[in-house]
């Protein structure tokens, strides 16, 4: 029999420690460290923007959202006092993109990442969107500036187009210094034709001097004070292409007043629908035939349809928020169309008001659209 002392018998009672190798504490700890960097690298400020699809609004309604509860306080967003109007159906919804971020308040790296695996977002740069030294403001001051020289080509486009007769002029509003033009010209001076061929819009003005070229001088008719005369300048070559530097705008007094109503939303991009609602306004019988149309596009005073940024985004919107199955896109649009088109919805390219006219007709009464340019599905 073996006898042991209490400290002896104690110590061969007590249960065997158990105690965590060094590796594995030391493995916990490094998870748990790259868990809490992986998060604070989540959450870090990205120097990206987000575009997702926007509020959606139908020229032929009101100012209000569409797909929100309707407000007293809502007014109609095209009117034209005055003048005789007509009954219209459906929609011509015009579509707008929402920025998720700003230099004050940037999207973080999660937001980012799960935006680029979401068809209907884009992820941009934020100098593209905000340029250096670009403020919040300043942007939302250009973009609200943009908009309101598109809603007057938008009457425009829609008065020329049915016929009116009215005074427009392509007007220097800015000189650029040490340009060609600057010792030339001056703020204020209509520009009436290029090497003697007229002059009806800004677009028509760029067209005339880069066919002129930079290897000579264009003779530049102009108004200024009421006198007629003309000038030479030898326009100079940006980004391979001739220009006189100068910003030039259109100016126009309309015979009567047609009045849009549409606040906080910015940019050139609702030309086009602005200009379409006006003509159903004005014009008997219905454009639409009573069914959803969406589109988007710049327009100048002469109809023709240009290029605008975010048209995935606003797809999206016109199919889901707008619920419509036909969109009027850009020509100059459809590399970014095609292969992004959402189900369910048909792109018709337009270039000019009458391209846009020609697809709501066949639309509206129901005939085939087989023989208008489309943006290819894929």
């Not at 049915?162 to 033009?181: C, E, H, N, R, W």
């Not at 988007?296 to 002469?302: A, K, L, S």
């Not at 391209?355 to 007709?361: E, F, I, Y």
Request: hydrophobic share 40%; glycine share 10%; net charge negative.
């Amino acid at each position: 029999m073996s006898l042991f002392t209490d400290d002896e018998l104690a110590a061969t009672e007590q249960p065997p420690s158990i105690r965590p190798s060094r590796r594995v504490v030391v493995g916990w700890v490094s998870v748990l460290a790259a868990f809490a960097l992986t998060l604070v690298l989540a959450l870090a400020p990205a120097p990206f923007v987000i575009e997702i699809p926007g509020p959606v609004f139908n020229t032929l309604g009101t100012d209000q959202q569409v797909g929100t509860a309707k407000s007293d306080d809502a007014k109609q967003l095209i009117t034209i006092p005055g003048q005789t109007t007509y009954p219209t159906s459906g929609s011509l919804d015009l579509l707008t993109v929402s920025v998720v971020g700003n230099p004050d308040s940037r999207p973080n790296w999660f937001d980012i990442v799960t935006s680029w695996f979401q068809p209907s977002r884009a992820v941009l740069p934020i100098d593209s969107v905000f340029p250096p030294g670009t403020t919040t403001e300043q942007s939302n001051a250009e973009n609200a500036a943009l908009m309101v020289d598109s809603q007057q080509d938008a009457v425009a486009a829609a008065l020329n187009e049915m016929g009116y007769d009215f005074p427009q002029a392509v007007v220097v509003k800015q000189l650029i210094t040490g340009s060609p033009a600057a010792k030339a010209l001056k703020e204020g001076d209509e520009i009436t034709s290029v090497n003697g061929a007229a002059v009806k819009s800004v677009q028509g003005l760029r067209d005339a001097i880069a066919a002129n070229g930079t290897d000579k001088q264009a003779q530049v008719g102009i108004l200024r004070d009421g006198a007629a005369s003309t000038v030479g300048i030898t326009p100079a070559e940006s980004s391979g292409g001739a220009v006189l530097g100068i910003g030039a705008g259109m100016d126009y007094t309309f015979p009567f007043e047609v009045k849009i109503q549409l606040d906080n939303v910015g940019g050139p991009s609702a030309g086009q629908m602005f200009a379409l609602g006006i003509i159903d306004k004005l014009t008997p019988g219905e454009l639409t035939g009573g069914k959803r149309i969406a589109g988007t596009g710049t327009i100048d005073n002469v109809g023709n349809i240009g290029a605008i940024g975010g048209i995935r985004q606003k797809m999206y919107a016109a199919r889901d928020d707008g619920k419509a199955a036909y969109f009027l896109a850009p020509a100059s649009n459809c590399d970014e169309v095609t292969g992004h088109i959402p189900a369910g919805l048909k792109v018709f390219a337009v270039k000019t008001l009458s391209d846009s006219l020609a697809v709501l007709k066949a639309v509206s009464s129901g005939g085939s659209t087989s023989g208008l340019p489309t943006c290819p599905a894929s």
